[in-house]
């Protein structure tokens, strides 16, 4: 699991990006204390069907930037200098503010985007399965990818490189170990 703390600050300040010239002050921090959570249950969700997102990419990025595009539907209250953006004549208003317009033209937008996110991805990383330039090398993964992807050893211990920096007993370099 990654830096739950770290991570729903970011998702937060991920989901405060689209709605911050539409919403208060007040519904920014409703948002954000929104990402938060949402943050935790994607990640836990990603994990439990065995997405790999190292990095909490998904979770912050996408959940939250979806979180973020419907919040504007739900929140924007009017304010005067939205008026004329995006082609719209009158002030951007949601739900909070009384009208219930915008929430579907946010829906489309999300849709529209995950629609659209997906399919790319999909032609991408299909592809790159197809060249086999998608997974790194078995024996690459086993001994650690740091050497081949980075050049140098990331772990070192006494000049000892430990692959991953969680293995039991470390791996010197140059020197085979025994098979089992």
């Not at 539409?22 to 249950?41: E, H, K, M």
């Not at 503010?97 to 991805?121: R, T």
């Amino acid at each position: 699991m990654q830096a739950l703390g770290p991570h729903s600050g970011l998702a937060g300040l991920v989901a405060i990006t689209a709605p911050c010239a539409y919403v208060t002050p007040a519904a920014s921090i409703i948002i954000g204390l929104i990402a938060g959570p949402l943050f935790v249950f994607s990640a836990s969700w990603l994990e439990a069907l065995k997405i790999d997102d190292p990095v909490g990419a998904v979770p912050v990025h996408f959940v939250n930037g979806m979180w973020g595009v419907l919040a504007v539907g739900i929140f924007a209250v009017g304010n005067p200098d939205t008026a004329a953006w995006n082609g719209v004549e009158s002030p951007v208003t949601g739900i909070v503010g009384g009208s219930f317009a915008q929430i579907l033209p946010q829906v489309l937008e999300a849709a529209a985007i995950a629609i659209w996110g997906f399919g790319l991805s999909y032609v991408f990383f299909t592809v790159l399965k197809r060249a086999g330039l998608l997974r790194s090398r078995a024996e690459d993964e086993i001994g650690g990818l740091d050497m081949p992807e980075m050049g140098e050893h990331g772990y070192l211990t006494d000049g000892i490189a430990v692959p991953g920096g969680q293995v039991e007993e470390p791996v010197v370099v140059g020197v085979t170990a025994p098979a089992s």
